[in-house]
């Protein structure tokens, strides 16, 4: 149980309130279970805006070019699963390499604590005296660290080379990468969907799925304000402007190259 609740102290921090970050710190919280929850947001986020800006892109080029919306579903759909697996491989090898070198880092700074902690003391003294604590208060402060291995090797990982270990899982760092672009990346393609069902649509398809892209990727970009902590009406824009930019390019390519098709 840490004693402070996380949530709240951020929103004393945004406020600028001493009174409320002292509330926060004096109210018990769960916030393991919560870190759980919000450990893939990362993954979810950028996957479901790259799924969803790429797939437009994709409808905004045929679009230009003046293709059928048969070779839109079929360009979309194909882009749709190949991008999305080769994200979320590259999440997967990317997270497991990550993981297996801080494993790595890990196992060796334990070895040297255990077999040479005298000029282990030294590196993480030399350490805090580089950071302006004086000779006397490091030695203080790394005698009583090292009362501790597993302690004295999380700060050695930290400090020394700077590395924060995470648990993520690369499989389901994967998985969540995957379903993120996979949903979000249908949406473009939605209104070419309906529009085989739906006679009125045909018309405006392409209206439509811009119409619900735009909506979308104002959305997902206020969603990121939860881990960059940004404004969400401009951290919503930013993501639409540049979705835009993207599908513009696209389209303008698509329409100039319409020739060839």
């Known amino acids: 149980m840490i004693s ?3 949530e709240k102290a951020k929103s004393a921090f945004k406020n600028n309130s001493v009174t409320e970050m002292r509330q926060a710190h004096q109210q018990p919280s769960s916030e393991q279970h919560k870190q759980e929850q919000g450990k893939y947001i990362k993954s979810i986020i950028y996957g479901g805006l790259d799924g969803i800006i790429t797939t437009f892109a994709v409808v905004a080029g045929v679009a230009g070019a003046s293709l059928s919306a048969g070779i839109v579903l079929i360009l979309g759909f194909a882009n749709l699963i190949a991008d999305g697996l080769s994200m979320a491989i590259g999440d997967y090898l990317s997270t497991k390499a990550e993981n ?3 494993k790595a880092e890990r196992k060796r700074e334990k070895w040297e604590v255990e077999n040479y902690p005298d000029g282990e003391k030294q590196e993480i003294e030399e350490l805090y005296i580089d950071k302006g604590m004086s000779e006397r208060d490091a030695k203080t402060v790394v005698g ?3 009362k501790n291995k597993d302690v004295w090797v999380d700060i050695m990982m930290v400090e020394e080379l ?3 270990e995470s648990d993520e899982s690369p499989l389901k760092n994967a998985i969540a ?8 990346g249908f949406i473009p393609l939605l209104a070419h969907v309906l529009s085989q ?3 009125i649509l045909q018309q ?8 619900l892209t735009g909506i979308t990727l104002f959305a997902l970009g206020a969603l990121k304000v939860r881990i960059t902590e940004r404004n969400w009406f401009l951290s919503g824009l930013e993501m639409f402007v540049v979705g835009g930019i993207a599908a513009f390019a696209a389209y303008g390519i698509g329409y100039f190259l319409s020739g060839l098709a």
């Open 197 to 199: 069902f739906i006679p």
């Open 177 to 184: 990468t995957f379903s993120s672009f996979s949903i979000f």
């Open 144 to 146: 009583i660290i090292a």
């Open 162 to 164: 700077g590395i924060i």
């Open 204 to 211: 405006n398809t392409f209206l439509f799925a811009t119409l």
């Open 4 to 6: 402070r609740n996380l």
């Open 100 to 102: 297996e070198y801080n």
